[in-house]
């Protein structure tokens, strides 16, 4: 009976315990929204934020991580610098597009017209683009190889490429690659840097507004490295259909599915595309 009593008394002194802390809780965060008021700051921004990340059908991993920055975001004050990058995360991410989706042309007729409509003569370019669509429709898969467009300068190959857009019925978008040595500018800066912003696949992404846009990249033949980086490798993983379902930003440091996009590469010559990168085009 000693023993029970005992058991009693410390059972009985957590539970007064953990309700002083909850009490001593509700007391602090009632003094901080009072606070917050007197501010001018009472949190507005914060619901609002909560609002737009459960009303946006983000990936579930994806959506708890937002929640979590949006409970820091309420937790700080409006001139604290860490408000701005969070909130500049949240911007950024509530402006990709996770699920809008185009649907495309589904006669071959049509995109056969618009082609025809766009550029005269090219006959053989033509049929092999007509050859390349067919296939994507009858397999409703993008994991295929990649059309290169060769050619000097001046011949229409980015204007093609805008055709192939139409013909479809998909937004355009387009990323030069010549003179690109920084591989950040391929995979983002991490957030841990001052004016970090997500790559450039990511910002085109943003642009189109659809999961599934014809991204053109341009002039991938004059892609180079240097000691920040092998913007040619950090590539592969664009182009790879094995693997561009789970690219990975470095400033959203979540996977994002660009399986869906069609994408088409420009070069002046076959012979300084590096050999990974070549080993994706079809033939």
């Known amino acids: ?137 009858l397999t409703g898969s993008m994991k295929a190889p990649i059309l290169c467009l060769v050619g000097p300068p001046g011949v229409g190959k980015t204007s093609i490429a805008q055709s192939i857009a139409r013909a479809l019925g998909r937004k355009f978008v387009r990323m030069s690659l010549g003179g690109v040595r920084d591989e950040a500018e391929i995979r983002g800066h991490r957030r841990t840097y001052i004016g970090a912003m997500p790559g450039r696949i990511i910002y085109a992404m943003k642009n189109a507004g659809t999961i599934n846009p014809v991204f053109l990249l341009d002039e991938i033949d004059k892609i180079s490295s240097d000691m920040r980086g092998d913007p040619a490798s950090a590539s592969l993983e664009v182009l790879d259909p094995e693997q561009n379902s789970t690219f990975r930003d470095r400033y959203l440091e979540v996977e994002y599915d660009l399986s869906k996009v069609l994408f088409l590469t420009t070069a002046n010559s076959l012979e300084s595309i590096p050999a990974p990168i070549h080993s994706r085009f079809g033939r």
């Open 1 to 137: 009976e000693l023993e029970i009593s005992k058991l009693e008394k410390k059972i009985s002194a957590s539970v007064r315990q953990s309700i002083d802390k909850s009490q001593k809780e509700y007391y602090l965060r009632e003094q901080l929204k009072a606070i917050h008021t007197e501010l001018g700051d009472n949190g507005k921004e914060e619901d609002e934020y909560r609002a737009k990340v459960l009303s946006a059908n983000l990936p579930k991993d994806l959506e708890e991580k937002c929640l979590k920055e949006v409970d820091r975001l309420g937790k700080m004050q409006n001139s604290a610098p860490e408000y701005t990058v969070i909130a500049n995360y949240l911007d950024q991410v509530l402006a990709l597009p996770w699920t809008t989706e185009t649907v495309d042309t589904e006669s071959l007729d049509e995109c056969e017209r618009v082609l025809e409509a766009d550029h005269f003569g090219l006959e053989k370019i033509k049929e092999r683009i007509l050859e390349y669509l067919a296939v994507l429709k």
